[in-house]
């Protein structure tokens, strides 16, 4: 699942009158992009009600459009499931994350909610605490998928950026997550990260609290 970005790389002024310039081609690129039913015939294989559930813990960087290094952080997600007595579940995913952006600096906390409910089509739809408009997890072999506005920043002093976000389960219980963001279609960062289940209880900040 995707965490939460940062809002210098986005707002780097240099960049918004060449995006202005290069959008159009840029959004055109990206109309082919590969689709996650390439990757039905991959394993092990990555479903959403089974690797959610319970304590995930999760630890990674954010890189800008350069590919520099901006921030590092670690995660902890609790995932749970409940029944909408309808025959289907709805999912919650409860994420506390510590950024830490400079070496000896204070870690930054953030959080976000993620819900999930069954779309009909073997899919979920995804709604989340800053994410506008619901999206829709697409899931298929080894990997999920989900393309959404994320809304980052305080109430009054906002920025919506573009995900793109992937994720592949390479190892039983163990996932590697890949986060591009772009504005006006052009690419501005790249979040990474590796999520690993856990025994409940396990105290995935402990190091850093």
Known sequence: MNLPTF????????????????????????????????????????????????????????????GKQIRQFNARILASWEDQGNGSEAGTLDEVFYFYDEPGAAAVEETRVWTLTPNGTGGYHASATDVPQPTTMKHAGNSIQMAYTLRYGKPGDTIDLDMDDWMFQVADGVVINETRMSKWGIHVGQVLLVMRKVPDGYQCLSARD
């Open 7 to 66: 809002r210098s790389v986005a707002a780097d002024r240099g960049l918004f009158p060449a995006a202005l310039l290069l959008a159009a081609s840029a959004l055109l690129t990206g109309c082919a992009g590969v689709q996650v039913d390439e990757y039905a015939g991959r394993a092990p294989a990555l479903d959403p009600r089974t690797f959610f559930d319970g304590t995930i813990c999760a630890d990674g960087v954010v890189r800008d459009r350069s």
